[in-house]
């Protein structure tokens, strides 16, 4: 087997003053040195390896995936401007550095870290935070043309992996995929899938009856979709492959918020701690406006909506209130019963000027909308 090579350096700062050396290895992964591992992680390096050695301590089982195989990777550096060029270096992969501090920040999130555990735990919490305002800044950038297209990766694992999960097109030659194939992947509702698509005008092409007789079907027209399209409409759709992508890919934010968390109250909490050090205030005045949540470092606004909630508002003076506070500030307003997930990706395709509304819920929640429909 070749031997790996670190090929690229650079130093990562995250946190303020504190600085890890970053590789790209021969094989495209991206890693820190160990060193920088646990510098990042605020531990020394030995204790970061007995640390894996032994990993996972019981405390962070319940926070993690099994099947990921901790090991440390030796490695060969050649990058130019790094200081252990030409020498050999242990260092951990983004996925296993991702690992613990998702681990850890889950691990302080519901509070049962051991005291000696802790400190690492609200390091993480804040790695966390860091690494929203990172995807964020990537988002904006590429949104730009400065840097690659972080929502174009996103579709890509997506697309491996509904092919790996069983995806087949009934027009293979073509690649495209019909409703019913859509349908079957996902497992839901013809009625569920159709309305999807119509609600989000997801793009589609016209078959022809030549290329429909051709693949062994008989209706005289019909629409196919791109694999891109399923791939939006399976992140999109809450279903149990959709959720199953959205772990793979995302990991498993969703469960720091549970669903059966119930208003603001709850979501104050879960916030405080995911934007501490960022500015964040609860029930915010602008002037003679008022707002639930605040995040002043990212100019954010997040307004926490249920069903009962601003119902008895006027009508015109809210839309005059969200006139004024989105030519300054970026505003998601979100149902309470929405996934942490949910509200990052959220946060991932925010812009100025417009209000991103996350109140998609039918999927996950389908016995409050019957609830609601059987009083009616």
Same mark, same amino acid.
């Given at each position: 087997?070749?031997?790996?090579?670190?090929?690229?350096?650079?130093?990562?700062?995250?946190?303020?003053?504190?600085?890890?050396?970053?590789?790209?290895? @021969?094989?495209?992964?991206?890693?820190?040195?160990?060193?920088?591992?646990?510098?990042?992680?605020?531990?020394?390096?030995? @204790?970061?390896?007995?640390?894996?050695?032994?990993?996972?301590?019981?405390?962070?089982?319940?926070?993690?995936?099994?099947?990921?195989?901790?090991?440390?990777?030796?490695?060969?550096?050649?990058?130019?401007?790094?200081?252990?060029?030409? %020498?050999?270096?242990?260092?951990?992969?983004?996925?296993?550095?991702?690992? =613990?501090?998702?681990?850890?920040?889950?691990?302080?999130?519901?509070?049962?870290?051991?005291?000696?555990?802790?400190?690492?735990?609200?390091?993480?919490?804040?790695?966390?935070?860091?690494?929203?305002?990172?995807?964020?800044?990537?988002?904006?950038?590429?949104?730009?043309?400065?840097?690659?297209?972080?929502?174009?990766?996103?579709?890509?694992?997506?697309?491996?992996?509904?092919?790996?999960?069983?995806?087949?097109?009934?027009?293979?030659?073509?690649?495209?995929?019909?409703?019913?194939?859509?349908?079957?992947?996902?497992? %839901?509702?013809?009625?569920?899938?159709?309305?999807?698509?119509?609600?989000?005008?997801?793009?589609?092409?016209?078959?022809?009856?030549?290329?429909?007789?051709?693949?062994?079907?008989?209706?005289?027209?019909?629409?196919?979709?791109?694999?891109?399209?399923?791939?939006?409409?399976?992140?999109?759709?809450?279903?149990?492959?959709?959720?199953?992508?959205?772990?793979?890919?995302?990991?498993?934010?969703?469960?720091?918020?549970?669903?059966?968390?119930?208003?603001?109250?709850?979501?104050?909490?879960?916030?405080?701690?995911?934007?501490?050090?960022?500015?964040?205030?609860?029930?915010?005045?602008?002037?003679?406006?008022?707002?639930?949540?605040?995040?002043?470092?990212?100019?954010?606004?997040?307004?926490?909506?249920?069903?009962?909630?601003?119902?008895?508002?006027?009508?015109?003076?809210?839309?005059? %209130?969200?006139?004024?506070?989105?030519?300054?500030?970026?505003?998601?307003?979100?149902?309470?019963?929405?996934?942490?997930?949910?509200?990052?990706?959220?946060?991932?395709? =925010?812009?100025?000027?417009?209000?991103?509304?996350?109140?998609?819920?039918?999927?996950?929640?389908?016995?409050?909308?019957?609830?609601?429909?059987?009083?009616?």
């Amino acid at each position: 087997m070749e031997e790996l090579k670190a090929v690229h350096y650079g130093e990562i700062e995250l946190i303020p003053e504190v600085k890890s050396d970053g590789y790209i290895l @021969s094989d495209g992964s991206a890693c820190l040195s160990e060193r920088g591992a646990a510098n990042l992680l605020g531990m020394k390096h030995v @204790s970061l390896r007995n640390m894996v050695a032994t990993w996972p301590s019981k405390t962070l089982k319940q926070f993690i995936n099994n099947d990921l195989n901790m090991v440390a990777t030796l490695v060969n550096v050649t990058a130019k401007g790094s200081h252990y060029n030409n %020498r050999k270096i242990v260092v951990y992969d983004s996925e296993i550095i991702g690992t =613990i501090i998702h681990a850890y920040a889950m691990a302080e999130g519901n509070n049962v870290l051991q005291k000696n555990q802790m400190h690492i735990g609200r390091r993480c919490v804040i790695l966390s935070c860091a690494l929203v305002i990172t995807a964020l800044k990537i988002a904006i950038q590429q949104a730009c043309g400065i840097t690659p297209n972080i929502q174009q990766t996103v579709q890509e694992q997506c697309i491996k992996l509904m092919k790996q999960f069983g995806l087949k097109a009934s027009f293979p030659k073509e690649e495209l995929y019909t409703k019913k194939d859509i349908k079957t992947f996902l497992d %839901r509702p013809a009625s569920t899938v159709n309305s999807y698509i119509k609600k989000h005008n997801i793009p589609h092409e016209k078959l022809d009856y030549e290329t429909i007789k051709a693949n062994g079907g008989t209706a005289t027209h019909m629409n196919g979709y791109h694999v891109i399209s399923v791939s939006n409409i399976a992140l999109g759709m809450d279903s149990v492959v959709g959720i199953e992508l959205k772990k793979q890919i995302f990991g498993d934010t969703g469960t720091l918020v549970r669903t059966d968390t119930k208003g603001e109250i709850e979501w104050e909490k879960v916030l405080a701690q995911v934007f501490k050090g960022f500015g964040f205030y609860h029930n915010y005045s602008f002037g003679s406006y008022r707002v639930d949540f605040f995040v002043a470092d990212l100019n954010l606004i997040l307004e926490c909506n249920g069903y009962q909630k601003h119902r008895y508002y006027n009508q015109e003076e809210e839309r005059q %209130r969200e006139i004024l506070l989105k030519q300054n500030y970026n505003i998601i307003r979100f149902h309470h019963k929405i996934t942490l997930e949910q509200l990052f990706n959220g946060i991932l395709n =925010i812009k100025m000027g417009k209000v991103v509304k996350l109140y998609d819920i039918e999927p996950l929640y389908p016995e409050i909308l019957n609830n609601n429909q059987s009083r009616l």
